[in-house]
Protein backbone atom coordinates (compact mmCIF):
# COMPACT_ATOMS: atom_id res chain seq x y z
CA UNK A 1 0.00 0.00 0.00
CA UNK A 2 1.29 3.34 -1.12
CA UNK A 3 2.25 5.87 1.96
CA UNK A 4 0.40 9.20 1.77
CA UNK A 5 2.22 12.28 2.75
CA UNK A 6 0.92 15.74 3.64
CA UNK A 7 2.30 18.33 1.16
CA UNK A 8 2.79 22.12 2.58
CA UNK A 9 0.05 22.97 0.46
CA UNK A 10 -2.51 20.19 1.58
CA UNK A 11 -1.24 21.03 5.49
CA UNK A 12 -2.12 24.86 5.19
CA UNK A 13 -5.74 23.99 3.43
CA UNK A 14 -6.73 21.29 6.34
CA UNK A 15 -5.64 24.04 8.97
CA UNK A 16 -7.39 27.07 7.07
CA UNK A 17 -10.69 24.86 6.73
CA UNK A 18 -10.39 22.98 10.50
CA UNK A 19 -9.88 26.95 11.65
CA UNK A 20 -12.85 28.15 9.79
CA UNK A 21 -14.93 25.20 11.67
CA UNK A 22 -13.70 25.89 14.96
CA UNK A 23 -14.60 29.95 14.45
CA UNK A 24 -18.15 28.93 13.86
CA UNK A 25 -18.61 28.46 10.29
CA UNK A 26 -21.30 25.98 9.21
CA UNK A 27 -21.39 26.60 5.80
CA UNK A 28 -18.90 26.68 2.52
CA UNK A 29 -19.58 27.36 -0.88
CA UNK A 30 -16.99 26.19 -3.38
CA UNK A 31 -16.49 26.85 -7.48
CA UNK A 32 -13.81 24.46 -8.40
CA UNK A 33 -10.14 25.28 -10.31
CA UNK A 34 -6.79 23.80 -9.98
CA UNK A 35 -4.81 25.95 -7.85
CA UNK A 36 -7.65 25.98 -5.00
CA UNK A 37 -7.08 21.97 -5.00
CA UNK A 38 -5.98 21.51 -1.66
CA UNK A 39 -8.57 23.61 -0.47
CA UNK A 40 -11.00 21.55 -2.10
CA UNK A 41 -10.44 18.35 -0.71
CA UNK A 42 -10.08 19.65 2.56
CA UNK A 43 -14.03 21.09 2.58
CA UNK A 44 -14.90 17.86 1.21
CA UNK A 45 -13.26 15.81 3.83
CA UNK A 46 -14.89 18.68 6.46
CA UNK A 47 -18.23 18.00 5.02
CA UNK A 48 -17.64 13.91 5.17
CA UNK A 49 -16.64 14.38 8.97
CA UNK A 50 -19.99 16.31 9.71
CA UNK A 51 -18.30 20.08 9.92
CA UNK A 52 -19.59 21.76 7.63
CA UNK A 53 -22.07 21.38 4.66
CA UNK A 54 -20.29 22.21 1.04
CA UNK A 55 -21.83 23.62 -1.39
CA UNK A 56 -20.46 23.45 -5.49
CA UNK A 57 -20.83 25.93 -8.24
CA UNK A 58 -19.27 26.09 -11.37
CA UNK A 59 -20.32 29.96 -11.98
CA UNK A 60 -17.86 31.82 -9.13
CA UNK A 61 -20.37 34.72 -9.25
CA UNK A 62 -22.96 32.68 -8.46
CA UNK A 63 -20.96 31.51 -6.04
CA UNK A 64 -20.03 34.69 -4.48
CA UNK A 65 -24.21 35.31 -4.48
CA UNK A 66 -25.24 31.57 -2.68
CA UNK A 67 -22.99 32.34 -0.12
CA UNK A 68 -24.24 35.97 0.60
CA UNK A 69 -27.37 34.82 0.65
CA UNK A 70 -26.02 31.98 3.37
CA UNK A 71 -24.25 34.45 5.20
CA UNK A 72 -27.54 37.00 4.85
CA UNK A 73 -29.91 35.14 6.89
CA UNK A 74 -28.26 32.85 9.17
CA UNK A 75 -25.77 35.80 10.12
CA UNK A 76 -23.03 33.63 9.99
CA UNK A 77 -19.79 33.94 8.52
CA UNK A 78 -19.87 32.20 4.99
CA UNK A 79 -16.80 31.48 2.79
CA UNK A 80 -16.54 31.44 -0.84
CA UNK A 81 -13.96 29.54 -2.29
CA UNK A 82 -12.40 29.95 -5.77
CA UNK A 83 -9.30 29.59 -8.04
CA UNK A 84 -6.87 32.18 -9.11
CA UNK A 85 -7.07 34.77 -11.73
CA UNK A 86 -10.66 36.25 -13.21
CA UNK A 87 -12.11 33.00 -10.55
CA UNK A 88 -11.37 35.98 -7.84
CA UNK A 89 -12.82 39.18 -10.28
CA UNK A 90 -15.94 37.14 -10.47
CA UNK A 91 -16.83 37.49 -6.77
CA UNK A 92 -16.65 42.12 -6.85
CA UNK A 93 -20.51 42.21 -7.26
CA UNK A 94 -21.18 39.89 -3.99
CA UNK A 95 -18.18 41.43 -2.26
CA UNK A 96 -19.51 44.98 -2.81
CA UNK A 97 -23.49 44.16 -2.38
CA UNK A 98 -22.02 42.04 1.08
CA UNK A 99 -20.12 45.62 2.57
CA UNK A 100 -23.48 47.64 1.57
CA UNK A 101 -25.67 45.22 3.01
CA UNK A 102 -23.21 44.10 6.24
CA UNK A 103 -23.39 40.99 5.71
CA UNK A 104 -20.44 38.32 6.70
CA UNK A 105 -19.18 37.02 3.70
CA UNK A 106 -15.87 35.83 3.25
CA UNK A 107 -13.30 35.36 -0.36
CA UNK A 108 -10.99 32.51 -0.14
CA UNK A 109 -8.95 33.05 -2.96
CA UNK A 110 -6.43 30.27 -3.93
CA UNK A 111 -2.91 32.24 -5.74
CA UNK A 112 0.04 31.42 -7.48
CA UNK A 113 2.87 31.89 -5.37
CA UNK A 114 5.33 34.91 -5.38
CA UNK A 115 7.99 33.42 -8.00
CA UNK A 116 5.07 33.47 -10.70
CA UNK A 117 3.33 37.15 -9.97
CA UNK A 118 4.38 39.05 -13.00
CA UNK A 119 5.85 36.61 -14.94
CA UNK A 120 3.24 35.96 -17.48
CA UNK A 121 2.39 32.71 -15.70
CA UNK A 122 -0.71 31.19 -17.01
CA UNK A 123 -3.97 32.48 -14.68
CA UNK A 124 -1.95 34.60 -12.73
CA UNK A 125 -3.07 38.32 -11.87
CA UNK A 126 -2.60 40.53 -8.68
CA UNK A 127 -5.48 39.32 -6.13
CA UNK A 128 -4.16 41.37 -3.06
CA UNK A 129 -6.30 44.31 -2.83
CA UNK A 130 -8.79 43.78 -5.59
CA UNK A 131 -11.77 43.90 -3.69
CA UNK A 132 -10.48 47.52 -2.64
CA UNK A 133 -12.46 49.23 0.30
CA UNK A 134 -14.98 46.69 0.04
CA UNK A 135 -13.76 44.47 3.12
CA UNK A 136 -13.09 44.80 6.36
CA UNK A 137 -10.51 42.94 6.25
CA UNK A 138 -7.44 41.70 3.63
CA UNK A 139 -4.96 38.80 4.87
CA UNK A 140 -2.20 37.51 2.14
CA UNK A 141 -0.77 34.24 3.02
CA UNK A 142 2.23 33.32 1.11
CA UNK A 143 3.39 29.57 0.27
CA UNK A 144 5.20 28.02 2.62
CA UNK A 145 8.05 26.05 1.70
CA UNK A 146 7.55 23.82 4.78
CA UNK A 147 5.12 23.58 7.61
CA UNK A 148 5.82 24.51 10.61
CA UNK A 149 4.39 25.71 14.21
CA UNK A 150 4.62 29.26 13.24
CA UNK A 151 2.83 28.78 10.09
CA UNK A 152 0.31 26.62 11.43
CA UNK A 153 -0.03 29.47 13.97
CA UNK A 154 -0.15 32.32 11.62
CA UNK A 155 -3.18 30.70 9.18
CA UNK A 156 -5.08 29.83 12.71
CA UNK A 157 -5.01 33.70 13.52
CA UNK A 158 -5.24 34.76 10.30
CA UNK A 159 -8.39 33.03 9.94
CA UNK A 160 -9.24 34.12 13.43
CA UNK A 161 -9.51 37.72 12.51
CA UNK A 162 -10.90 37.26 9.32
CA UNK A 163 -14.03 35.37 11.04
CA UNK A 164 -14.11 38.44 13.97
CA UNK A 165 -14.04 40.90 11.29
CA UNK A 166 -16.38 40.16 9.00
CA UNK A 167 -19.12 39.45 11.87
CA UNK A 168 -17.93 42.32 13.92
CA UNK A 169 -21.33 43.38 15.91
CA UNK A 170 -21.02 47.51 14.90
CA UNK A 171 -19.78 46.90 11.17
CA UNK A 172 -20.20 43.05 9.55
CA UNK A 173 -18.70 42.99 6.06
CA UNK A 174 -16.99 40.80 3.90
CA UNK A 175 -13.24 39.48 4.44
CA UNK A 176 -10.77 38.79 1.91
CA UNK A 177 -7.90 35.53 2.40
CA UNK A 178 -5.74 35.29 -0.26
CA UNK A 179 -3.64 31.84 0.01
CA UNK A 180 -0.76 30.80 -2.05
CA UNK A 181 -0.30 27.48 -2.85
CA UNK A 182 2.76 25.52 -4.65
CA UNK A 183 2.44 22.34 -6.10
CA UNK A 184 2.15 19.43 -5.44
CA UNK A 185 -1.31 20.77 -4.52
CA UNK A 186 -2.54 16.94 -3.54
CA UNK A 187 -1.51 14.47 -1.01
CA UNK A 188 1.63 13.12 -2.21
CA UNK A 189 2.34 9.63 -2.76
CA UNK A 190 6.24 7.82 -1.84
CA UNK A 191 7.53 11.14 -2.31
CA UNK A 192 9.54 12.57 0.72
CA UNK A 193 7.51 15.90 0.79
CA UNK A 194 5.28 15.90 3.28
CA UNK A 195 4.84 16.00 6.89
CA UNK A 196 3.01 13.67 9.62
CA UNK A 197 -0.55 13.56 9.78
CA UNK A 198 -0.33 14.60 13.89
CA UNK A 199 1.25 18.03 12.66
CA UNK A 200 -1.86 19.33 11.01
CA UNK A 201 -3.48 21.09 14.12
CA UNK A 202 -1.84 22.97 16.33
CA UNK A 203 -2.80 24.28 19.48
CA UNK A 204 -6.61 25.82 18.89
CA UNK A 205 -6.35 28.03 21.62
CA UNK A 206 -5.28 31.06 19.73
CA UNK A 207 -9.07 31.01 18.21
CA UNK A 208 -10.58 34.46 18.68
CA UNK A 209 -13.79 33.94 20.75
CA UNK A 210 -15.51 36.78 18.91
CA UNK A 211 -18.88 37.17 21.06
CA UNK A 212 -21.09 40.04 20.23
CA UNK A 213 -21.59 42.88 23.18
CA UNK A 214 -24.49 44.67 23.61
CA UNK A 215 -24.85 48.31 23.15
CA UNK A 216 -25.92 50.39 25.75
CA UNK A 217 -29.87 51.36 24.68
CA UNK A 218 -31.23 54.23 26.35
CA UNK A 219 -34.91 56.13 25.98
CA UNK A 220 -35.36 58.29 23.19
CA UNK A 221 -35.91 61.59 25.16
CA UNK A 222 -32.75 60.89 27.11
CA UNK A 223 -30.52 60.16 23.96
CA UNK A 224 -29.87 63.60 23.94
CA UNK A 225 -31.42 64.75 20.76
CA UNK A 226 -33.80 67.22 22.38
CA UNK A 227 -37.58 67.61 23.04
CA UNK A 228 -39.69 64.33 21.89
CA UNK A 229 -42.73 65.77 19.74
CA UNK A 230 -46.23 64.23 19.25
CA UNK A 231 -45.67 64.55 15.33
CA UNK A 232 -43.14 61.78 14.65
CA UNK A 233 -42.57 59.48 12.16
CA UNK A 234 -40.01 56.10 12.44
CA UNK A 235 -39.37 55.21 8.81
CA UNK A 236 -37.39 51.10 8.22
CA UNK A 237 -35.54 50.40 5.63
CA UNK A 238 -32.86 47.64 5.52
CA UNK A 239 -32.00 46.71 9.03
CA UNK A 240 -28.65 45.63 10.20
CA UNK A 241 -30.82 42.97 12.14
CA UNK A 242 -34.06 41.69 13.07
CA UNK A 243 -34.46 43.54 16.78
CA UNK A 244 -33.78 46.28 14.98
CA UNK A 245 -36.94 46.16 13.39
CA UNK A 246 -39.18 44.67 16.52
CA UNK A 247 -37.75 48.11 18.40
CA UNK A 248 -38.73 50.46 15.92
CA UNK A 249 -42.17 49.00 15.66
CA UNK A 250 -42.29 49.27 19.92
CA UNK A 251 -40.95 52.93 19.71
CA UNK A 252 -43.42 54.46 17.16
CA UNK A 253 -46.51 52.52 18.86
CA UNK A 254 -45.18 53.80 22.53
CA UNK A 255 -44.56 57.43 20.83
CA UNK A 256 -48.26 57.64 18.60
CA UNK A 257 -45.98 57.73 15.85
CA UNK A 258 -46.71 55.86 12.15
CA UNK A 259 -44.39 53.69 11.19
CA UNK A 260 -43.25 53.16 7.61
CA UNK A 261 -41.51 50.20 6.65
CA UNK A 262 -39.41 48.97 3.27
CA UNK A 263 -40.02 45.59 2.25
CA UNK A 264 -37.48 44.43 4.14
CA UNK A 265 -37.81 46.37 7.00
CA UNK A 266 -41.69 45.06 7.85
CA UNK A 267 -41.43 43.66 11.58
CA UNK A 268 -42.66 40.00 11.84
CA UNK A 269 -45.58 40.73 14.52
CA UNK A 270 -48.26 42.85 13.77
CA UNK A 271 -47.94 46.45 14.24
CA UNK A 272 -51.05 48.98 14.91
CA UNK A 273 -48.96 51.57 13.70
CA UNK A 274 -47.62 50.26 10.88
CA UNK A 275 -48.92 52.37 8.22
CA UNK A 276 -49.90 49.91 4.53
CA UNK A 277 -49.01 51.79 1.07
CA UNK A 278 -47.15 54.44 2.35
CA UNK A 279 -44.63 55.37 -0.90
CA UNK A 280 -48.22 55.45 -2.47
CA UNK A 281 -49.51 58.00 -0.12
CA UNK A 282 -46.02 60.18 -0.13
CA UNK A 283 -46.27 60.28 -3.87
CA UNK A 284 -48.83 62.72 -3.34
CA UNK A 285 -47.22 66.15 -2.46
CA UNK A 286 -50.48 67.41 -0.80
CA UNK A 287 -50.62 64.81 1.26
CA UNK A 288 -46.85 64.94 1.96
CA UNK A 289 -47.04 68.81 3.20
CA UNK A 290 -50.20 68.31 5.17
CA UNK A 291 -48.39 65.52 6.98
CA UNK A 292 -44.87 67.12 7.63
CA UNK A 293 -43.69 65.73 10.46
CA UNK A 294 -41.33 67.48 13.53
CA UNK A 295 -38.64 64.92 13.82
CA UNK A 296 -37.82 61.46 11.67
CA UNK A 297 -36.42 58.37 13.02
CA UNK A 298 -34.53 56.35 9.92
CA UNK A 299 -33.15 52.79 11.05
CA UNK A 300 -31.29 51.28 8.09
CA UNK A 301 -30.59 51.82 5.13
CA UNK A 302 -33.74 54.23 3.49
CA UNK A 303 -34.29 55.56 0.19
CA UNK A 304 -36.91 53.03 -1.78
CA UNK A 305 -39.40 55.90 -2.66
CA UNK A 306 -39.17 59.44 -3.56
CA UNK A 307 -41.92 60.60 -1.76
CA UNK A 308 -40.19 58.90 1.84
CA UNK A 309 -36.68 60.74 1.14
CA UNK A 310 -39.11 64.15 0.39
CA UNK A 311 -40.59 63.71 3.80
CA UNK A 312 -37.40 63.10 5.68
CA UNK A 313 -35.99 65.93 3.77
CA UNK A 314 -39.16 68.00 5.35
CA UNK A 315 -39.03 67.05 8.53
CA UNK A 316 -37.22 69.79 11.05
CA UNK A 317 -35.09 66.78 12.99
CA UNK A 318 -33.64 63.74 11.33
CA UNK A 319 -32.22 61.23 13.76
CA UNK A 320 -30.45 58.32 12.14
CA UNK A 321 -29.68 54.82 13.49
CA UNK A 322 -27.12 52.87 12.42
CA UNK A 323 -24.64 51.20 14.52
CA UNK A 324 -21.55 51.19 11.72
CA UNK A 325 -18.65 53.75 11.73
CA UNK A 326 -19.67 57.39 10.35
CA UNK A 327 -18.13 55.90 6.69
CA UNK A 328 -21.14 53.52 6.26
CA UNK A 329 -23.98 55.47 8.36
CA UNK A 330 -26.96 55.93 5.76
CA UNK A 331 -27.99 59.45 5.26
CA UNK A 332 -28.36 60.15 1.80
CA UNK A 333 -29.53 63.40 1.97
CA UNK A 334 -27.37 64.75 4.89
CA UNK A 335 -30.10 65.42 6.99
CA UNK A 336 -28.93 63.83 9.87
CA UNK A 337 -28.71 66.18 12.95
CA UNK A 338 -28.59 62.71 15.14
CA UNK A 339 -26.93 59.41 14.96
CA UNK A 340 -27.83 56.69 17.28
CA UNK A 341 -26.11 53.18 17.30
CA UNK A 342 -29.16 51.34 18.33
CA UNK A 343 -32.88 52.23 18.15
CA UNK A 344 -33.66 54.01 21.50
CA UNK A 345 -36.07 52.90 24.05
CA UNK A 346 -39.84 54.46 23.89
CA UNK A 347 -39.55 57.48 26.05
CA UNK A 348 -40.46 57.55 29.77
CA UNK A 349 -42.95 60.95 29.38
CA UNK A 350 -45.06 61.83 26.64
CA UNK A 351 -48.44 63.00 25.65
CA UNK A 352 -49.27 61.34 22.33
CA UNK A 353 -51.44 63.35 19.76
CA UNK A 354 -54.13 60.60 19.14
CA UNK A 355 -55.49 62.50 15.77
CA UNK A 356 -51.51 62.10 14.48
CA UNK A 357 -51.77 58.46 13.92
CA UNK A 358 -55.18 58.17 13.30
CA UNK A 359 -54.83 60.64 10.47
CA UNK A 360 -52.27 58.38 8.83
CA UNK A 361 -54.63 55.11 9.40
CA UNK A 362 -57.30 56.84 7.74
CA UNK A 363 -55.46 57.60 4.54
CA UNK A 364 -53.62 53.94 4.90
CA UNK A 365 -57.29 52.60 4.93
CA UNK A 366 -58.40 54.92 1.83
CA UNK A 367 -55.28 53.80 0.13
CA UNK A 368 -56.06 50.49 0.19
CA UNK A 369 -59.46 50.59 -0.75
CA UNK A 370 -57.96 52.56 -4.32
CA UNK A 371 -55.79 49.83 -4.36
CA UNK A 372 -58.39 46.70 -3.95
CA UNK A 373 -60.49 48.21 -6.23
CA UNK A 374 -57.58 47.95 -9.42
CA UNK A 375 -55.98 44.69 -8.34
CA UNK A 376 -57.93 42.28 -6.83
CA UNK A 377 -61.07 41.82 -9.61
CA UNK A 378 -58.37 41.86 -12.22
CA UNK A 379 -58.59 39.12 -14.29
CA UNK A 380 -55.24 39.62 -16.21
CA UNK A 381 -52.02 39.86 -14.81
CA UNK A 382 -49.83 43.10 -14.22
CA UNK A 383 -46.75 43.49 -12.03
CA UNK A 384 -48.37 45.25 -8.97
CA UNK A 385 -51.15 42.03 -8.84
CA UNK A 386 -48.12 39.57 -8.24
CA UNK A 387 -46.58 41.19 -5.94
CA UNK A 388 -49.88 41.61 -3.74
CA UNK A 389 -50.52 38.14 -4.51
CA UNK A 390 -46.74 36.57 -4.02
CA UNK A 391 -46.83 38.55 -0.94
CA UNK A 392 -50.34 37.32 0.58
CA UNK A 393 -49.79 33.38 -0.75
CA UNK A 394 -46.50 33.59 1.37
CA UNK A 395 -45.95 31.32 3.80
CA UNK A 396 -45.85 32.63 7.04
CA UNK A 397 -42.97 30.56 7.98
CA UNK A 398 -41.02 31.08 5.60
CA UNK A 399 -38.77 33.81 3.66
CA UNK A 400 -39.29 35.79 0.43
CA UNK A 401 -36.61 37.38 -1.53
CA UNK A 402 -37.94 40.66 -2.96
CA UNK A 403 -35.87 41.40 -6.16
CA UNK A 404 -34.38 45.05 -6.59
CA UNK A 405 -35.99 47.62 -9.67
CA UNK A 406 -39.33 47.27 -10.30
CA UNK A 407 -40.27 43.72 -8.02
CA UNK A 408 -39.63 45.55 -4.34
CA UNK A 409 -41.28 48.72 -5.36
CA UNK A 410 -44.26 47.10 -6.25
CA UNK A 411 -44.26 45.34 -2.88
CA UNK A 412 -43.87 48.18 -1.17
CA UNK A 413 -47.09 50.07 -2.71
CA UNK A 414 -49.55 47.28 -2.86
CA UNK A 415 -48.53 44.54 -0.97
CA UNK A 416 -50.59 44.47 2.12
CA UNK A 417 -48.39 43.89 5.11
CA UNK A 418 -50.54 41.18 7.19
CA UNK A 419 -50.76 39.47 10.42
CA UNK A 420 -47.43 36.64 10.59
CA UNK A 421 -45.42 38.13 7.83
CA UNK A 422 -42.73 36.02 6.29
CA UNK A 423 -39.83 37.11 6.52
CA UNK A 424 -38.74 39.50 3.78
CA UNK A 425 -35.47 40.03 2.33
CA UNK A 426 -33.34 41.58 -0.26
CA UNK A 427 -30.07 42.64 -1.86
CA UNK A 428 -30.35 46.36 -0.68
CA UNK A 429 -27.19 47.10 -0.02
CA UNK A 430 -26.36 48.18 -3.55
CA UNK A 431 -29.48 46.97 -4.82
CA UNK A 432 -27.85 45.01 -8.23
CA UNK A 433 -30.37 43.07 -10.07
CA UNK A 434 -27.29 40.66 -10.56
CA UNK A 435 -27.42 37.34 -8.18
CA UNK A 436 -30.35 37.32 -6.73
CA UNK A 437 -31.67 33.53 -7.86
CA UNK A 438 -28.36 32.27 -6.24
CA UNK A 439 -28.75 34.77 -2.96
CA UNK A 440 -32.34 33.09 -3.11
CA UNK A 441 -31.35 29.79 -2.83
CA UNK A 442 -28.86 30.51 0.10
CA UNK A 443 -31.31 32.19 2.11
CA UNK A 444 -33.67 29.43 1.47
CA UNK A 445 -31.04 26.65 2.86
CA UNK A 446 -30.44 28.27 4.99
CA UNK A 447 -33.71 29.36 6.59
CA UNK A 448 -35.23 25.63 5.93
CA UNK A 449 -32.78 24.33 8.70
CA UNK A 450 -34.72 26.08 11.31
CA UNK A 451 -37.73 26.44 10.31
CA UNK A 452 -39.71 24.04 8.25
CA UNK A 453 -41.45 26.33 5.40
CA UNK A 454 -41.40 27.54 1.77
CA UNK A 455 -39.07 30.26 0.33
CA UNK A 456 -40.07 32.67 -2.05
CA UNK A 457 -38.42 34.85 -4.48
CA UNK A 458 -39.87 37.62 -6.84
CA UNK A 459 -37.74 38.60 -9.60
CA UNK A 460 -38.15 40.53 -13.23
CA UNK A 461 -37.93 38.78 -16.32
CA UNK A 462 -34.42 40.56 -16.69
CA UNK A 463 -32.86 39.54 -13.06
CA UNK A 464 -34.02 36.20 -13.77
CA UNK A 465 -32.08 35.65 -16.92
CA UNK A 466 -28.96 37.86 -15.99
CA UNK A 467 -28.32 35.34 -12.97
CA UNK A 468 -29.72 32.08 -14.72
CA UNK A 469 -26.41 30.06 -13.36
CA UNK A 470 -27.59 30.72 -9.92
CA UNK A 471 -30.02 27.59 -10.90
CA UNK A 472 -27.16 25.46 -12.17
CA UNK A 473 -26.32 23.13 -8.81
CA UNK A 474 -25.33 19.17 -9.37
CA UNK A 475 -27.75 16.13 -7.70
CA UNK A 476 -25.95 16.17 -4.62
CA UNK A 477 -26.16 19.65 -3.63
CA UNK A 478 -28.21 20.93 -0.97
CA UNK A 479 -31.83 21.73 -2.23
CA UNK A 480 -34.60 23.88 -0.74
CA UNK A 481 -38.46 24.31 -0.98
CA UNK A 482 -37.45 27.19 -3.03
CA UNK A 483 -40.84 29.02 -5.78
CA UNK A 484 -39.30 31.44 -7.77
CA UNK A 485 -41.97 33.46 -9.18
CA UNK A 486 -40.56 35.79 -12.43
CA UNK A 487 -42.83 38.89 -13.75
CA UNK A 488 -42.07 38.32 -17.24
CA UNK A 489 -42.73 42.10 -19.69
CA UNK A 490 -40.12 41.21 -21.66
CA UNK A 491 -37.78 43.61 -20.83
CA UNK A 492 -36.50 46.68 -17.93
CA UNK A 493 -40.63 47.58 -16.67
CA UNK A 494 -39.57 50.20 -14.65
CA UNK A 495 -38.34 52.64 -17.01
CA UNK A 496 -41.39 53.14 -18.57
CA UNK A 497 -42.45 55.11 -15.37
CA UNK A 498 -39.57 57.30 -15.29
CA UNK A 499 -38.70 60.05 -16.80
CA UNK A 500 -36.85 58.09 -19.93
CA UNK A 501 -40.16 57.00 -20.71
CA UNK A 502 -41.30 60.33 -21.74
CA UNK A 503 -42.94 60.27 -25.59
CA UNK A 504 -39.69 62.43 -26.99
CA UNK A 505 -37.47 58.81 -25.85
CA UNK A 506 -39.80 56.75 -27.81
CA UNK A 507 -37.61 56.53 -30.84
CA UNK A 508 -34.58 55.12 -29.12
CA UNK A 509 -36.61 53.32 -25.66
CA UNK A 510 -37.06 50.16 -26.62
CA UNK A 511 -33.20 49.09 -27.59
CA UNK A 512 -31.36 51.51 -24.83
CA UNK A 513 -33.83 50.95 -22.02
CA UNK A 514 -36.62 48.46 -22.71
CA UNK A 515 -34.30 45.59 -23.91
CA UNK A 516 -36.65 43.21 -24.57
CA UNK A 517 -35.68 39.48 -25.13
CA UNK A 518 -37.82 37.90 -26.86
CA UNK A 519 -37.21 34.64 -25.27
CA UNK A 520 -39.22 31.81 -23.78
CA UNK A 521 -38.60 32.10 -20.14
CA UNK A 522 -40.03 28.96 -19.41
CA UNK A 523 -37.59 27.13 -21.72
CA UNK A 524 -34.65 28.42 -20.54
CA UNK A 525 -35.37 27.34 -17.00
CA UNK A 526 -36.55 24.32 -18.28
CA UNK A 527 -32.98 23.73 -19.61
CA UNK A 528 -31.56 24.38 -16.68
CA UNK A 529 -32.71 21.41 -14.66
CA UNK A 530 -35.69 22.84 -13.04
CA UNK A 531 -39.66 22.39 -13.39
CA UNK A 532 -41.54 25.86 -14.44
CA UNK A 533 -44.41 26.46 -16.24
CA UNK A 534 -46.16 29.62 -17.20
CA UNK A 535 -49.61 31.79 -15.78
CA UNK A 536 -51.39 34.76 -17.32
CA UNK A 537 -54.00 35.10 -14.40
CA UNK A 538 -53.99 35.87 -11.12
CA UNK A 539 -56.30 32.78 -10.43
CA UNK A 540 -53.53 30.56 -12.62
CA UNK A 541 -51.00 32.18 -10.19
CA UNK A 542 -51.93 31.24 -6.64
CA UNK A 543 -53.04 27.50 -8.08
CA UNK A 544 -49.39 27.46 -9.57
CA UNK A 545 -47.96 28.84 -6.44
CA UNK A 546 -49.84 26.30 -4.28
CA UNK A 547 -48.56 23.16 -6.71
CA UNK A 548 -45.44 24.22 -5.93
CA UNK A 549 -45.58 24.26 -2.47
CA UNK A 550 -46.92 21.23 -2.60
CA UNK A 551 -44.61 19.04 -5.01
CA UNK A 552 -41.48 20.71 -3.11
CA UNK A 553 -38.05 21.77 -4.40
CA UNK A 554 -37.31 24.07 -6.91
CA UNK A 555 -39.65 25.58 -9.25
CA UNK A 556 -39.89 28.84 -11.69
CA UNK A 557 -43.41 30.37 -12.07
CA UNK A 558 -43.30 32.80 -15.12
CA UNK A 559 -46.42 35.38 -14.38
CA UNK A 560 -46.46 36.88 -18.17
CA UNK A 561 -48.01 40.37 -17.69
CA UNK A 562 -48.39 41.73 -20.94
CA UNK A 563 -46.93 45.14 -22.56
CA UNK A 564 -44.70 47.26 -20.43
CA UNK A 565 -46.94 50.61 -21.13
CA UNK A 566 -50.32 48.76 -20.21
CA UNK A 567 -48.18 48.14 -16.79
CA UNK A 568 -47.39 51.51 -16.31
CA UNK A 569 -50.32 53.17 -17.02
CA UNK A 570 -52.28 50.60 -14.64
CA UNK A 571 -49.21 52.48 -11.77
CA UNK A 572 -50.62 55.87 -13.07
CA UNK A 573 -54.20 54.61 -12.48
CA UNK A 574 -53.72 53.13 -8.58
CA UNK A 575 -51.90 56.49 -7.93
CA UNK A 576 -54.38 58.92 -9.66
CA UNK A 577 -57.09 56.72 -7.10
CA UNK A 578 -55.60 56.88 -4.40
CA UNK A 579 -54.57 60.52 -4.42
CA UNK A 580 -58.02 61.41 -4.63
CA UNK A 581 -59.03 59.14 -1.75
CA UNK A 582 -56.87 60.53 0.69
CA UNK A 583 -57.96 63.63 0.10
CA UNK A 584 -61.84 62.82 0.33
CA UNK A 585 -61.15 60.99 3.35
CA UNK A 586 -58.87 62.85 5.30
CA UNK A 587 -60.27 66.40 4.80
Known amino acids: MSEVNLTPSVVVARVLVDALVRCGVTDAVLAPGSRSAALALALADAERTGDLTLHVRIDERSAGFLALGLAKRSRRAVPVFVTSG ?14 FSGVPLIAVTADRPIELLGTGANQTIDHVG ?63 VGVAEAAVLADPSIIVDARLTAAMVLPIDEAGIGPVPARGVVIVGDPVDDESREAAAELAEACGWPLICEPSGLPAVDS ?3 IAHASLLLADSEFRDRMRPDLVVSVGRVGLSRGTMRLIASADRHV ?8 RWADPLRTARFVLSAVPE ?3 ELEAEAAWLESWRVASDAAEEAVSAVLD ?18 DARGVVLVGSSWPVRH ?48 VGDLSFLYDINGLLAGQDEPRPNLVIVVIDNDGGGIFSSLEQGHARFADDFERVFGTPHGLDVVAVAQAHGVQARRVTSPHELVGAIDDAVATGGVSVIIATTGARSDESGVVRRIQELVSEAIRTETH
Open 377 to 394: DEVTLHAPAVARLVMAQA
Open 86 to 99: TAVAELMPAMVEAS
Open 320 to 327: VVDPRPAV
Open 272 to 274: EAL
Open 130 to 192: IFGSATRMTADLPAPEEVGERTLRVTQSVISRAVAAACDPFDPGPAHINVSFREPLVPAVNEE
Open 346 to 348: PPT
Open 411 to 458: VEAYALPRDHMPLVVGNRGTSGIDGLLATAWGIAVSHQRDVPSTAYAL
